[in-house]
């Protein structure tokens, strides 16, 4: 009905900022882990990543709110013309319809709904990540994870994506109708409230709908993300020494 453009709808928003997302993400995580070791040389925990990585969540809500509603809203824009609803074609002009209509409560719509999902997601996406990175340093080059290469790399990666799905995405499915629905909520409990209006209208498997696309897609998001990530920071720390 739309073309191959329609399997590409909302993808302004997350591309324009994901760059933002991304950066604040890794900051926070790294700040997070320096915090409960003292220094950046003591190599932390598992639990003190997986704290590092919740934290980490949480701060990342405030860039990742915005950017997920309004891609979100963009995707459901099915057939929009022809039913006689408003169309937008980007960003942009969603958010300012959004501001527009509902003040600054348009764009924090479901922001608590992301930091719920957040914080296990972010916390199992570093733990997967790092559990798979430091198995292969042990099987690979006796315990020395800066030697790895990028295969196992991208590999520790996608486990860490993989995990970020299995550990949220309940949590994902809420935020997402959430934001998808006709104004944004007044009141705060209204997550556990649109949980229940899920298991009531679709049951359990009402959770997981779409969850396997979305665990197939993080294998090379996650893969490629980790894998850059550790290069680049190896390539700074070897320039900087």
Known sequence: NEGVLGLYKGMASPLVGIAAVNSLLFWAYSYGKSLQTGSPNITPTMGQIALAGAGAGVVNSVLASPVEL??????????????????????????????????????????????????????????????????????????DASKLSPLPLMLSGSLGGVS????????????????????????????????KNIMAEQGVKGFFRGFSPSVIRSIPAAGVTFATYELVMRALNNNLM
């Open 164 to 195: 970020y799905w299995v550990a949220c995405y309940p949590l994902d499915v809420i935020k997402s109708r959430v934001q998808n629905g006709s104004a944004p909520p007044r009141r705060m409990g209204y997550i556990a409230e649109t949980a």
């Open 70 to 143: 309004l891609k979100v809203r963009l995707q459901v824009q099915y057939n929009a013309a022809a039913r006689g609803a408003e169309v937008f074609r980007g960003p942009v002009p969603l958010a300012r319809h959004l501001v527009q209509q509902f003040g600054a409560r348009g764009i924090a719509w479901g922001f608590w709904a992301t930091v719920a999902r957040e914080i296990p997601a972010y916390a199992a996406f570093y733990s997967g990540f790092e559990f798979a990175k430091r198995r292969f340093a042990d099987l690979l080059t006796d315990g």
